[in-house]
């Protein structure tokens, strides 16, 4: 059965940085891509960026692009995402997740960790 774990989370200074980290356990994931989303109080869920399984290809929301950066140690099986000056704007509940395809939108994601909570203080 495959586990996704978050851990990095916390509260933050706004202009401040943080790693969030995801670790997999379960199975070695050699196809497909990881990703991270996140959900704000009261707002749906977003996409925010994902990696191939080879760490070689990396996709970003948008509007995640210059604060965001994604990846992935596959000795480790964990994949990381730094994220770079901090708004109040980030406060969210950061969720790894990973699918078989190519395809890193959210309803092609098969697993998903349980969250790990970033709050950014102003």
């Known amino acids: 059965q495959v586990r996704l774990v978050e851990s990095g989370g916390g509260l933050v200074q706004a202009g401040g940085s943080l790693r969030l980290s995801c670790a997999a356990s379960?199975?070695?994931?050699?196809?497909?891509?990881t990703g991270w989303f996140r959900q704000a109080p009261g707002k749906e869920r977003e996409f925010v960026a994902a990696?191939?399984?080879?760490?070689?290809?990396?996709y970003y929301a948008d509007s995640m692009k210059g604060r965001f950066f994604i990846s992935r140690d596959s000795a480790k099986n964990t994949m990381y995402l730094q994220v770079n000056r901090l708004k109040p704007e980030d406060t969210a509940v950061y969720y790894c997740a990973a699918g078989d395809s190519s395809d890193y939108r959210i309803g092609a994601m098969d697993y998903w960790g349980k969250g790990t909570l970033v709050t950014v203080s102003s």
């Open positions: 379960g199975r070695i994931f050699s196809s497909g891509v």
């Open positions: 990696v191939d399984w080879s760490g070689a290809k990396r």
